[in-house]
């Protein structure tokens, strides 16, 4: 199978990876997949007054799940909590022309989103 | 050097230059058919058929009757399970199974179960070594075929094979050994191994694709096979078809070959294969050899670099062609099975890579491989959450994970 330059350049040039510390108060963590299943993806978001000021990724999986968390983490920075929770999977898959056996990558990024948007919101509810 | 470095010839090798020369005149001048008894034409490519059957089986140590060709190595897996099924049902229904054989052993005796045959698929240690005793075990009075691999052609484990065929005629039951990943790399002696049916295949030697043999055995006990192919019962009835004369003159050159440069050419790829090894291990942690670390194939290393995923390893290195048991590289999206058969974890498989070296390799290219592995991992690692929990301490067998 032969990858986008997209997902290629993603792979090469992956944005954003590192981690935050995850128990300061204005960083969400979301954290999915299993290993066994071939892959990992950590996302984390620093907010300050619900706009998403930094993302970071770490990734275990596949160049196109590599590619899909690089690019989640690009499209977070600068939306709204609940800009960034709108993101769907599908306009990744379009961004990266991911074909079809890829398309969990894609989910799995999207899960990994919403995952850290919900790590945030419930920190600043219970007001940690 | 040239790019990609090709570390997979596991999946196929190039031809021989020696093997094309000598094919190329059966192509053009020489076309005849090796069935044709009636003019020169025939005669001709029947006795280079016949040369070539001899080359082949002095590879394998037998009669060069007993040399029957085929498409190459699936067909003569399908041959020898279907042929000999459909012959001794009456005998039995029972076939004992390696669990890491080829998808062509795999995949035939499902097919055989879906038809009323029972198969007991036989587990492997952690080396991929079947366990004997099971499978004495095993062995029924309805048991007609035994069926393990000699040399894995994924983790290269290198069965028993003597004390399988011992096992086997001691109860009366035909061996069936798969030598397509181990032929021409380390000797066969079918006489000596008690072997009854042994799958070759000629483009994992040097020879080219679509040709390969199932050599069976004439006496003692004289097999029977029923053919899969039907249409003027060439080859002694088991398999008709006009036989492909260049192919197989050019699998005949490609065993002559790998006969008579087998015991320097095994010394050389061990030295590869260790090289590689001990690279790869010296400079990373978290590292693994799958398979058996002595009694295995020179030309197979098979490793899973923990907590980074195979294809994207595979992605990482592309200017080396390798392969990898992950999901992800697989048609069917599965892990390697043998990986998990040899039961450490599918995550053995995900992580895992295969280099197979071969004639055509060299040191350099190995030095170059080396570097770029631990390069390429050292990247992927520092963008990997396992490799980070693990440094914490994190025993990732205790994690909850949110799967999709």
């Known amino acids: 199978m032969s990858y986008s330059q997209k997902v290629l350049d993603h792979f090469n040039h992956p944005r954003n990876i590192g981690s935050f510390e995850k128990n300061e108060k204005n960083v969400g963590t979301g954290i999915v997949g299993a290993p066994e299943c071939g892959d990992v993806m950590k996302l984390q978001i620093k907010v300050e007054n619900d706009v998403i000021v930094d993302a970071r990724f770490k990734t275990f999986g596949c160049g196109s799940a590599i590619a899909s968390s690089s690019l989640a983490t690009e499209w977070m920075k600068g939306r709204t909590i609940n800009e960034a929770f709108q993101i769907k999977n599908t306009e990744i898959v379009k961004e990266l022309s991911l074909p079809p056996v890829k398309i969990h990558c894609s989910v799995l990024a999207e899960d990994a989103i919403k995952a850290a948007v919900e790590d945030y919101r419930k920190k600043k509810v219970a007001g940690v | 050097m040239k790019f990609p470095i090709f570390l997979d010839n596991m999946s196929t090798t190039r031809v021989d230059p020696r093997v094309l020369e000598e094919m190329l005149p059966y192509f ?15 005669w001709k490519a029947e006795s280079k058929v016949d040369e070539s059957r001899t080359r082949i089986s002095q590879l394998i140590h037998c009669d060069p009757k007993e040399i029957v060709f085929t498409s190459g190595g699936t067909e003569s897996c399908n041959l020898a399970l279907k042929g000999i099924c459909e012959i001794y049902r009456e005998k039995g229904d029972h076939l004992i199974v390696g669990a890491t054989e080829h998808r062509a052993v795999i995949d035939t005796t499902r097919r055989l179960e879906r038809s009323g045959f029972r198969v007991t698929y036989l587990p492997v240690d952690k080396t991929g070594l079947a366990d ?8 029924t009075d309805k048991t007609i075929l035994i069926a393990l691999m000699y040399g894995n052609h994924e983790i290269g484990t290198i069965h028993p094979v003597t004390e399988i065929g011992k096992i086997a005629k001691e109860r009366g039951i035909l061996y069936f050994c798969d030598a397509a990943a181990s032929q021409g790399y380390i000797p066969i002696d079918v006489e000596a191994m008690g072997i009854d049916l042994l799958a070759l295949s000629a483009h994992k030697i040097y020879g080219p694709k679509g040709i390969g043999a199932l ?37 005949g050159k490609a065993c002559e070959l790998a006969l008579a440069e087998m015991e320097t050419e095994r010394e050389r790829l061990w030295k590869l294969n260790e090289k590689l090894r001990t690279a790869i291990e010296s400079s990373l942690d978290y590292v693994h050899l799958n398979g058996h670390p002595t009694q295995r194939l020179p030309n197979i290393l098979n490793m899973s670099l923990e907590f980074v995923e195979g294809e994207s390893i595979l992605m990482g290195i592309n200017d080396i062609a390798v392969s990898s048991g992950s999901a992800c590289t697989t048609a069917t999206l599965e892990p390697s099975y043998v990986l998990i058969a040899l039961g450490a974890g599918v995550e053995l498989a995900h992580t895992s890579i295969r280099f197979s070296f071969g004639r055509f390799n060299t040191e350099e290219e190995i030095d170059f491989t080396a570097k770029r592995v631990v390069q390429t991992i050292t990247r992927l690692r520092e963008m990997s959450p396992l490799y980070d929990m693990a440094k914490e301490g994190i025993d990732l067998k205790n994690v909850t994970w949110k799967r999709e």
């Open chain 2, 132 to 139: 004997l005793e099971a499978l004495k075990r095993e062995i």
């Open chain 2, 215 to 251: 050599y069976v055995r004439k006496k003692n006990p004289r097999v029977r096979l029923a053919p899969i192919l039907d249409g003027g019962g060439a080859e002694r009835g088991m398999r008709s078809g006009t036989l492909n004369v260049p192919a197989i003159v050019g699998f």
């Open chain 2, 28 to 42: 053009s001048e020489e076309y005849g058919n090796a069935a044709s008894r009636n003019h020169p034409y025939g």
